[in-house]
């Protein structure tokens, strides 16, 4: 059965920066990426900005079948991902931060996540170098949504 548990982000393969001239909105999480190789990802709570990060091979919403209707693409794939994902972020428990069930972002390779302060990233204004947080606060604790077998699959060490 999945819980939440704590885990570091590095073993989940999230990236923890401050984004060089937006340090006052708080960390960002970098989803991964063919740079970050990592099979997680998120939902981030609408209250609090909390992310909770799940293993995608494991989720039964995310993984199910591409109904025939939605097999072509176009109007009926479209919404048929929209009503997956929102399915999927009604189906998490709440969040551990504030106790709410207002997931309202789904993050995953393609989609950014909020900075801690809830303010969006935006590729053009919030551009320039990097600047990656010391080893120390590298690995924070970050919540993961799972379950044993699927801790011991990915070989998490849970906090």
């Not at 995608?56 to 591409?66: F, K, M, Q, S, V």
Request: net charge negative.
């Amino acid at each position: 059965m999945r819980s939440l548990h704590q885990v570091s982000a590095s073993q989940l393969g999230i990236g923890v920066w401050y984004q060089k001239g937006f340090e006052q909105n708080g960390i960002l999480f970098i989803r991964p990426n063919h740079y970050h190789p990592s099979e997680g990802m998120g939902a981030q709570c609408a209250n609090c900005n909390t992310i909770v990060w799940i293993t995608g091979r494991n989720d039964p919403i995310l993984n199910e079948e591409l109904p025939e209707y939605a097999v072509n693409g176009g109007p009926l794939y479209r919404n048929y991902i929209e009503n997956n994902t929102k399915r999927f972020l009604n189906s998490l428990l709440s969040c551990p931060h504030c106790y709410q069930q207002a997931y309202d972002l789904f993050i995953n390779s393609t989609i950014m996540p909020r900075y801690q302060n809830g303010n969006y990233y935006s590729l053009e204004s919030d551009l320039g170098p990097n600047e990656e947080m010391s080893a120390k606060v590298k690995d924070i604790p970050v919540w993961w949504y799972g379950d044993q077998a699927e801790a011991k699959r990915l070989n998490l060490k849970l906090l």
